[in-house]
Nanobody
Framework: VQLQACGGGLVQPGGSLRLSCAAS????????MGWFRQAPEKEREFVAA????????HYSDSVKGRFTISRDNAKKTVYLQMNSLKPEDTAVYYC???????????????????WGQGTQVTVSS
């Protein structure tokens, strides 16, 4: 299985972006999907996660109420809608999948099996 993330770019504070992450191969509908980010000189951190059936979602406190994770299993794609962006959201955003834990959400970086290549999001005026 491979993951391909896209949708990053430069946006002004208060703006919006939607990231996409498409999977090739595997049984996407049985993968827990997550988004993480890594800002310059900082460790990678959890952003959001979604269960197989979208029943469960979880967000970091820093993005709760501004970001929305969703998935389309038919398209094998997970999305991250980011609204009210702030300069501190600037980072490389990574999508990841976990294939064996069941229909739940996971927040630990080490729990994920496969990672996408990352897409840069820059929030600046």
């Amino acid at each position: 299985v491979q993951l391909q993330a896209c949708g990053g770019g430069l946006v002004q504070p208060g703006g919006s972006l939607r990231l996409s992450c498409a999977a090739s191969g595997g049984t996407f509908s049985r993968y827990v999907m997550g988004w993480f980010r890594q800002a310059p000189e900082k460790e990678r951190e959890f952003v959001a996660a979604i269960s197989w059936t979208s029943t469960h979602t979880h967000y970091s406190d820093s993005v709760k109420g501004r970001f929305t994770i969703s998935r389309d299993n038919a398209k094998k794609t997970v999305y991250l809608q980011m609204n009210s962006l702030k300069p501190e959201d600037t980072a490389v955003y990574y999508c990841a999948l976990e294939a064996s834990s069941g229909n739940q959400v996971l927040v630990g970086e080490r729990e994920y099996d496969v990672w996408g290549q990352g897409t840069q999001v820059t929030v600046s005026s």
